[in-house]
């Protein structure tokens, strides 16, 4: 299955920059907008054209986005490159790029253009690193292969899980969790010597992969709501009793860290 994408970025300098959440959202149909912090922090809207075709032949979708046909909805996608570059007069102190993202078996093509107060200052040709040329240019600290922004389940995560704990074998966690999470009507729990799952419905879930006498814990954060985030700091004090761990979970929308240990030290630093 492929990937294409279309995106409009921007860097995020101070806290009036947000409002371009809602200006992407507002200015271009189909896009939907969120803050990032991938390497620099930014603004991106970007349109999933995989997505709206899958959903274009809805009659309902149709009439709701203020189209007749198929043809419609592909005018209004192909339009937004070209929209970008008026959009940038609208702010003529801040420099936008345009990302075309086309992903297909694995491999990714990417081209664009840097664009501040309608002038295009920078054109990219489709490459394997176009993206990297494209970014690098925006905020310099870009520079690695992986932009999270680009990821399938961007749009959706709240946060992400990482952490390890030491010395201990993965027959003891599942046990600790199967007892601790016995409810099967809210919770999943799947395992092997080469991996352990724990998944609460559509809200989170926890990796946990043997790796030497470690654990490396990883996971994904779906519902970030105060109830939520609490059950989620929970399964450590329920599950991880006499282990030596450790735990950093970075909320994407809160943009703050909390990290936690075996001392039961809780420490939040909280992003810029």
């Given at each position: 299955m492929g990937l294409r994408l279309k995106n409009i970025i921007t860097d995020y300098k101070s806290e009036e920059d947000?409002?371009?959440?809602?200006?992407?959202?507002?200015?271009?149909?189909?896009?939907?907008?969120?803050?990032?912090?991938?390497?620099?922090?930014?603004?991106?809207?970007?349109?999933?054209?995989?997505?709206?075709?899958?959903?274009?032949?809805?009659?309902?979708?149709l009439q709701n986005n203020n189209c007749r046909n198929l043809d419609d909805v592909f005018e209004i996608i192909y339009e937004f490159e070209d929209k970008i570059s008026v959009f940038s007069e609208k702010f003529p102190n801040k420099s936008f790029v345009y990302i075309d993202v086309d992903c297909f078996g694995g491999t990714c093509l990417y081209k664009g253009f840097i664009v501040k107060n309608g002038e295009i200052s920078y054109r990219q040709e489709s490459t394997y690193d176009g993206h990297i040329k494209l970014l690098e240019r925006l905020n310099q600290d870009f520079k690695e292969w992986n932009f999270e922004p680009f990821s399938r389940d961007f749009f959706t995560k709240r946060g992400e899980i990482n952490g390890k704990i030491y010395d201990f074998s993965i027959a003891g966690l599942w046990l600790a969790l199967k007892n601790d999470y016995s409810d099967t009507t809210k919770y999943y729990i799947d395992g092997s010597a080469n991996g352990l799952l724990l998944k609460h419905n559509n809200n989170y879930t926890y990796y946990f992969k043997p790796s030497n006498q470690n654990i490396e814990i990883t996971g994904v954060i779906y519902n970030d709501d105060a109830e939520m985030v609490n059950e989620i700091l929970s399964v450590p004090d329920n599950s991880f009793q006499g282990m030596d761990y450790e735990l950093e979970i970075t909320f994407s929308e809160r943009t703050n860290v909390v990290?936690?240990?075996?001392?039961?030290?809780?420490?939040?630093?909280r992003g810029k």
């Amino acid at each position: 299955m492929g990937l294409r994408l279309k995106n409009i970025i921007t860097d995020y300098k101070s806290e009036e920059d947000i409002t371009f959440i809602r200006e992407f959202e507002k200015s271009f149909q189909f896009v939907q907008a969120k803050r990032f912090n991938a390497q620099f922090q930014g603004i991106i809207g970007q349109i999933d054209e995989r997505k709206i075709e899958q959903n274009c032949y809805d009659e309902e979708f149709l009439q709701n986005n203020n189209c007749r046909n198929l043809d419609d909805v592909f005018e209004i996608i192909y339009e937004f490159e070209d929209k970008i570059s008026v959009f940038s007069e609208k702010f003529p102190n801040k420099s936008f790029v345009y990302i075309d993202v086309d992903c297909f078996g694995g491999t990714c093509l990417y081209k664009g253009f840097i664009v501040k107060n309608g002038e295009i200052s920078y054109r990219q040709e489709s490459t394997y690193d176009g993206h990297i040329k494209l970014l690098e240019r925006l905020n310099q600290d870009f520079k690695e292969w992986n932009f999270e922004p680009f990821s399938r389940d961007f749009f959706t995560k709240r946060g992400e899980i990482n952490g390890k704990i030491y010395d201990f074998s993965i027959a003891g966690l599942w046990l600790a969790l199967k007892n601790d999470y016995s409810d099967t009507t809210k919770y999943y729990i799947d395992g092997s010597a080469n991996g352990l799952l724990l998944k609460h419905n559509n809200n989170y879930t926890y990796y946990f992969k043997p790796s030497n006498q470690n654990i490396e814990i990883t996971g994904v954060i779906y519902n970030d709501d105060a109830e939520m985030v609490n059950e989620i700091l929970s399964v450590p004090d329920n599950s991880f009793q006499g282990m030596d761990y450790e735990l950093e979970i970075t909320f994407s929308e809160r943009t703050n860290v909390v990290k936690k240990t075996s001392n039961n030290n809780v420490n939040n630093d909280r992003g810029k």
